[in-house]
């Protein structure tokens, strides 16, 4: 099942994830269960990048975001170009959260081969898809039962517990965190993330199939030039079918579009 995204968005409880009904039917039965849409940060390119993959409510909500990550990308998430620098074979132990530390358990796979790049990113992934949580602000790891204080050959130090803020670096100049790659969306459309840009200005394209712009303005983050800030954006649409969510910033220098994000989705009426 595909997340739909409308406008009104919203979180549920403490854990941050939206959530929606999925009704099944039959001839003798009607049930109801309710699901929570979660965001899995895999990987385009050598930066993160974001889709969302809807499953059942449970409590566990941050072992179930990380299983979701550990499966890697869907077919439709690597069209969408996504890939992972998560091994696989990679198992969740265990994950527990308390004063707001994530400490992740996982199996001695997940620091097998590759070189810097590959491990700073898996790791990277790991800090995002837990941090999407209020309740989660930094990650302490565990391989195989054992307190590491780094990740691989290459060291990758994550002792003390590591934030978002240590992974700048693998972080995209814009990242949009909803909507992602395959999701069909409503008019008006949420489009939310973060960026650390020029004066905390990107832009925001709306293409469909045929070509046709539906949408391209401007929006603000709640901080860029060098700090990265929040933005939340409402698009409204006239149009169905197949579209592509563009992300830009325009150059200062010469106002070329650069840091350029392009997510597939559906568009509904």
Same mark, same amino acid.
């Given at each position: 099942?595909?997340? &739909?995204?409308?406008?009104?968005?919203?979180?549920?409880? /403490?854990?941050?994830?939206?959530?929606?009904?999925?009704?099944?039917?039959?001839?003798?039965?009607?049930?109801?269960?309710?699901?929570?849409?979660?965001?899995?940060?895999?990987?385009?390119?050598?930066?993160?990048? &974001?889709?969302?993959?809807?499953?059942?409510? =449970?409590?566990?909500? #941050?072992?179930?975001?990380?299983?979701?990550?550990?499966?890697?990308?869907?077919?439709? *998430?690597? #069209?969408?170009?996504?890939?992972?620098?998560?091994?696989?074979?990679?198992?969740?132990?265990?994950?527990?959260?308390?004063?707001?530390?994530?400490?992740?358990?996982?199996?001695?796979?997940?620091?097998?081969?590759?070189?810097?790049?590959?491990?700073?990113?898996?790791?990277?992934?790991?800090? +995002?898809?837990?941090?999407?949580? !209020?309740?989660? #602000?930094?990650?302490?790891?565990?391989?195989?039962?054992?307190?590491?204080?780094?990740?691989?050959?290459?060291?990758?130090?994550? %002792? !003390?517990?590591? @934030?978002?803020?240590?992974?700048?670096?693998?972080?995209?100049?814009?990242?949009?965190? %909803?909507?992602?790659?395959?999701?069909?969306?409503?008019?008006?459309?949420?489009?939310?993330? =973060?960026?650390?840009?020029?004066?905390?200005?990107?832009?925001?394209?709306?293409?469909?199939? /045929?070509?046709? &712009?539906? +949408? @391209? $303005?401007?929006?603000?983050?709640? %901080?860029?030039?060098?700090?990265?800030?929040?933005?939340? *954006?409402?698009?409204?649409? @006239?149009?169905?079918?197949?579209?592509?969510?563009?992300?830009?910033?325009? %150059?200062? *220098? $010469?106002?070329?579009?650069?840091?350029?994000?392009?997510?597939?989705?559906?568009?509904?009426?």
């Amino acid at each position: 099942m595909v997340a &739909v995204f409308a406008a009104c968005g919203g979180s549920d409880g /403490d854990d941050g994830a939206t959530t929606a009904t999925r009704t099944t039917a039959s001839t003798a039965t009607t049930t109801e269960t309710e699901t929570t849409t979660l965001r899995m940060y895999f990987v385009r390119g050598e930066l993160v990048g &974001v889709s969302t993959r809807e499953v059942e409510r =449970t409590t566990a909500i #941050a072992a179930a975001a990380l299983r979701e990550l550990l499966e890697g990308p869907n077919a439709e *998430e690597r #069209a969408g170009g996504l890939g992972t620098a998560i091994p696989e074979g990679t198992q969740l132990r265990s994950v527990t959260i308390s004063g707001g530390t994530a400490t992740v358990d996982l199996s001695r796979a997940f620091e097998a081969g590759g070189g810097s790049t590959s491990t700073t990113l898996r790791v990277a992934q790991v800090v +995002h898809t837990l941090t999407q949580f !209020p309740t989660v #602000a930094r990650v302490a790891f565990r391989l195989d039962g054992e307190s590491v204080e780094s990740i691989g050959g290459e060291g990758v130090v994550v %002792s !003390p517990p590591v @934030d978002r803020g240590d992974f700048e670096s693998q972080a995209p100049a814009i990242l949009v965190e %909803s909507a992602g790659p395959g999701d069909v969306v409503l008019s008006p459309v949420r489009v939310t993330g =973060t960026a650390n840009t020029f004066e905390a200005t990107l832009n925001l394209r709306l293409v469909g199939a /045929d070509g046709d &712009v539906l +949408h @391209d $303005d401007f929006a603000t983050a709640t %901080s860029g030039s060098g700090m990265r800030g929040t933005f939340d *954006e409402t698009i409204e649409f @006239d149009g169905e079918g197949p579209a592509t969510l563009v992300a830009y910033e325009r %150059s200062a *220098e $010469d106002g070329s579009e650069i840091n350029v994000v392009e997510i597939p989705v559906v568009l509904r009426r």
